[in-house]
């Protein structure tokens, strides 16, 4: 007697589920790994978990393209966390907005983490203009959707370090 198939759709989920499940435990691995090695090598890294796991979601672009976003946002992070040059973060930005993120909340994060690591490179004026259109994109989404907490939360965030950015202008 033959067993039941499985619905293709079910077939999809179990696979992209699988898919999913080792792309985030190597990338876990990957992110504990980072402190401890340079940029250079973790660029190295995440390229080669994109190499191996992007390929496995061939005819699911949806997921292959959360996987590269995730992976960009990361090499962004990593970029600013190890103190590389500003255009090597501006690029890594600029790489990671082409491929959009997953909400407003998120892009303001990664471009807040951004604006930071302009300021502490010196480039202030960067670091101000970047916050001030991130408060302003949050202020227009918050007019829509007012019960959004984290937008809230991070429009506060936003506002303080305008502040302190003026105020290390005027010392």
Avoid: W
């Avoid at 660029?43 to 699911?60: A, K």
Wanted: aromatic residues 8%; positive net charge.
């Amino acid at each position: 007697m033959r067993g039941k198939r499985t619905p293709n759709s079910a077939r999809v989920r179990n696979h992209v589920k699988t898919v999913g499940a080792g792309f985030a435990r190597s990338f876990a691995l990957e992110m504990t790994r980072a402190a401890k090695i340079g940029y250079g090598e973790v660029v190295r890294s995440l390229r080669g978990l994109e190499r191996e796991y992007v390929p496995q979601l061939d005819g699911h672009p949806k997921f292959a393209k959360e996987l590269r976003r995730r992976i960009a946002e990361k090499l962004l992070e990593q970029a600013i966390l190890h103190g590389c040059k500003l255009s090597v973060c501006r690029a890594r930005l600029n790489a990671a907005s082409r491929l959009g993120f997953t909400d407003l909340e998120q892009s303001a994060h990664y471009r807040l983490l951004y604006a930071k690591g302009a300021f502490a490179r010196g480039h202030k004026r960067v670091a101000y203009q970047t916050a001030t259109a991130i408060a302003s994109d949050l202020e227009r989404s918050l007019r829509r959707r007012r019960k959004n907490l984290l937008g809230k939360h991070l429009l506060k965030l936003t506002r303080e370090y305008l502040d302190y950015i003026r105020k290390s202008a005027s010392s």
